[in-house]
């Protein structure tokens, strides 16, 4: 009897786990997932040497989650109630559904970086997106104790080895709001940037500064407010009401640009004709404003999709091209820009 017992208590430390079966196949953890959750997006190949893999190790879900590798990831924003959040989110759901992977969307509460790292790690989560927040080094630290994989979109800090980020080309986004502006003649042209404490809106102004300069104009009209509506209005009405005023703006964000476009209706101009107007980022409500807004389209829906992708790759321990990827702007001209009068 003590002989089968002993056999019994080594063969239970050998049992093997998810990562051992996706090592012995030579594929990632959410693919051998697929497999035992029957899912169909997996080649006949690929399904067979994981199959075999499971067959050679006698392989058994561990605390009878049958052929549910169910897995969540937690994205977490400062604010979940506005246009871009939602284009995240959009796009993250949908490579969710491609990894086999529930993402659930959070607003952050404000926890210490220990208390933060125990509640995701305790919670069961596979892994965690951060959008737009600043990150410490005890944060980061913190998470790489609980064994959790992070990915952040939009860092506030500037990209670094020390954590994985993805962002977009927001300095050539300016150059390209800006010149266009330029382009249909504007000379005195306004930009309210988002707070300078984030990257993406340092290089936004840096890329309006660069056109600007350029075009031999060395005198830029600057304000900074939060990505919002009141800061859009508060800032250009400020503006529009000297005699002197801008004749286009170049709003850091859409949410900023709807906000002048109202500070114009109230002032009694039309946009475009006396106000030409330009936004970032061309979430779903750009192309319903009157006028539709001219924008610089930001790839947020291909941004949650990466991701999530890139947290399944580091969470199956698979190496990432690089730690900080930025994916193309580019400019959706609309009628809310016109030549200047």
Same mark, same amino acid.
């Given at each position: 009897?003590?002989?089968?017992?002993?056999?019994?208590?080594? #063969?239970?430390?050998?049992?093997?786990?998810?990562?051992?079966?996706?090592?012995?196949?030579?594929?990632?953890?959410? #693919?051998?997932?697929?497999?035992?959750?029957?899912?169909?997006?997996?080649?006949?190949?690929?399904?067979?040497?994981?199959?075999?893999?499971?067959?050679?190790?006698?392989?058994?879900?561990?605390?009878?989650?049958?052929?549910?590798?169910?897995?969540?990831?937690?994205?977490?924003?400062?604010?979940?109630?506005?246009?871009?959040?939602?284009?995240?989110?959009?796009?993250?759901?949908?490579?969710?559904?491609?990894?086999?992977? #529930?993402?659930?969307?959070?607003?952050?509460?404000?926890?210490?970086?220990?208390?933060?790292?125990?509640?995701?790690?305790?919670?069961?989560?596979? @892994? =965690? =997106? =951060?959008?737009?927040?600043?990150?410490?080094?005890?944060?980061?630290?913190?998470?790489?104790?609980?064994?959790?994989?992070?990915?952040?979109?939009?860092?506030?800090?500037?990209?670094?080895?020390?954590?994985?980020?993805?962002?977009? +080309?927001?300095? #050539? @986004?300016?150059?390209?709001?800006?010149?266009?502006?330029?382009?249909?003649?504007?000379?005195?042209?306004?930009?309210?940037?988002?707070?300078?404490?984030?990257?993406?809106?340092?290089?936004?102004?840096?890329?309006?500064?660069?056109?600007?300069?350029?075009?031999? =104009?060395?005198?830029?009209?600057?304000?900074? @407010?939060?990505?919002?509506?009141?800061?859009?209005?508060?800032? %250009?009405?400020?503006? !529009? @009401?000297?005699?002197?005023?801008?004749?286009?703006?170049? %709003?850091?964000?859409?949410?900023?640009?709807?906000?002048?476009?109202?500070?114009?209706?109230?002032?009694?101009?039309?946009?475009?004709?006396?106000?030409?107007?330009?936004?970032?980022?061309?979430?779903?409500?750009?192309?319903?404003?009157?006028?539709? !807004?001219?924008?610089?389209?930001?790839?947020?829906?291909?941004?949650?999709?990466?991701?999530?992708? +890139?947290?399944?790759?580091?969470?199956?321990?698979?190496?990432?091209?690089?730690?900080?990827?930025?994916?193309?702007?580019?400019?959706?001209?609309?009628?809310? +820009? %016109?030549?200047?009068?």
């Amino acid at each position: 009897m003590a002989s089968d017992a002993s056999e019994n208590i080594s #063969t239970s430390a050998r049992r093997p786990t998810l990562a051992t079966v996706a090592s012995a196949a030579g594929v990632s953890m959410p #693919t051998v997932s697929k497999v035992l959750n029957g899912r169909l997006d997996v080649s006949a190949a690929t399904r067979a040497k994981v199959e075999q893999a499971i067959r050679d190790l006698r392989y058994v879900p561990v605390a009878g989650r049958a052929r549910s590798e169910e897995r969540f990831v937690e994205i977490v924003f400062d604010d979940l109630l506005n246009p871009y959040a939602a284009e995240i989110i959009n796009g993250a759901a949908d490579a969710g559904l491609g990894e086999g992977v #529930t993402v659930i969307p959070k607003r952050h509460t404000g926890d210490t970086p220990r208390e933060w790292a125990r509640r995701v790690s305790a919670s069961g989560r596979d @892994g =965690i =997106i =951060i959008v737009t927040s600043v990150l410490t080094s005890e944060q980061i630290a913190r998470f790489r104790e609980a064994g959790l994989p992070m990915v952040v979109i939009d860092t506030v800090n500037l990209p670094s080895a020390e954590f994985t980020s993805i962002g977009s +080309t927001n300095f #050539t @986004g300016g150059v390209a709001a800006t010149d266009h502006l330029l382009k249909l003649g504007h000379r005195r042209i306004g930009h309210i940037s988002g707070p300078l404490t984030l990257a993406c809106s340092v290089a936004r102004r840096h890329g309006y500064r660069a056109a600007l300069d350029r075009a031999g =104009i060395y005198d830029p009209i600057e304000a900074m @407010g939060w990505f919002s509506y009141d800061t859009g209005v508060r800032e %250009a009405s400020t503006w !529009l @009401g000297r005699p002197e005023r801008p004749t286009a703006i170049f %709003a850091g964000s859409d949410q900023i640009a709807f906000g002048v476009m109202e500070a114009a209706r109230l002032a009694g101009l039309r946009v475009p004709e006396d106000l030409s107007v330009v936004g970032f980022d061309d979430t779903y409500a750009a192309a319903s404003t009157s006028p539709p !807004l001219t924008t610089v389209h930001q790839p947020l829906k291909e941004m949650g999709e990466l991701a999530v992708r +890139t947290l399944m790759r580091l969470r199956a321990g698979e190496p990432v091209a690089s730690h900080h990827v930025e994916l193309a702007t580019r400019l959706e001209v609309r009628a809310s +820009t %016109a030549p200047v009068r």
